[in-house]
């Protein structure tokens, strides 16, 4: 069973896909984002330049991105260029990690987006297809959920059901993984092995889920527990808990040194590594939302600084929500809170 949690209020929103109970995707931010560098999004863009076999565009909004497709096509483009593309992957906060986009056609014209911007409601569930599969979707709006999914977004270090833990960190050139067994009360009457074979397999079943949701991808670097593994079985739990996605995963044979290897594509920002002023205007906003819910004749003040001021001034200004006329917007330039008077 899939269910979509989502919220949406003053322009901006959230949202968490939950399957079976647990987490799989969260999205955050604009409810209808303008940008041409969103995952998904059609445009109409110029091919910028060439650099060491590279080709670099310039988007409708002035954003790079790294042109790809099939190699036969790109060479014969030239600079100046315009292409239809569509964003596979996201750009990633610094010039080094830019969007990268798929050529699509040769087009005529100004660089500009070719469709409307899909809702955040409408990105999500394009993900569940792109990543999960087919199947109904179940609406819903339960905040607590939605809270559960962005946490374990930020944080997707957790314990294995056999009693292990498995800790995921973010490099510069790849995604690290460790897993770690812990002799517990529940795998006292257990081998040393067998404990480890348990905590390894639940580790590298429930590892697609947790990179999907944090929106964690390249070269990923599993640490198994001992050097012995069966690689069929190893293998058969990644790809099915990659569901839709597995076709598109680069698997290599465990390495000597008891490690597993692959490749995942980048697609959408991992919610840590995106610093984009509207997400952290969002929490504020959604505090504001939570205080009014205790008594609606209270009046909210927001005091944040500038540049949350700034994202969240004119999306208030322009709603029609009713808790609208009780925020009073307040800068400060010390540390930020958000209260009731």
Known sequence: MITLHYESRFGLARGAVYKDGLPQLYAEGLEHDPSVGVLGTRSVARLKKRAGGMLFLAL?????AVLEGPQAVLDKLTEGAAVEVEITAENRGDSYKLARARFQALADGAPRRLLPALSLKDRLLAQVHHLIGD???TMACDREAIKA????ALDPNDFLSPGGFMSIEPTNALIACDVDSSQGESSLAATPRTVAKACNEAAVGDLPRRLRLSGYAGLVVVDLIGKRHDFDKLKALLLKG???EAPRIVLAPIGKFGTLEFIRPWGACPLGEDYAMDRKALHWLYKAVELSEQDHSRIIVMRLRADDIAVLKPLIAASLDPLAPM????TTTTKPEVFAL
């Open 60 to 64: 409708a909004g002035g954003e790079d």
């Open 135 to 137: 199947g109904p979707v």
């Open 149 to 152: 999914a962005y946490d374990h």
């Open 242 to 244: 990659f569901a839709a």
């Open 327 to 330: 925020l009073r917007l307040e």
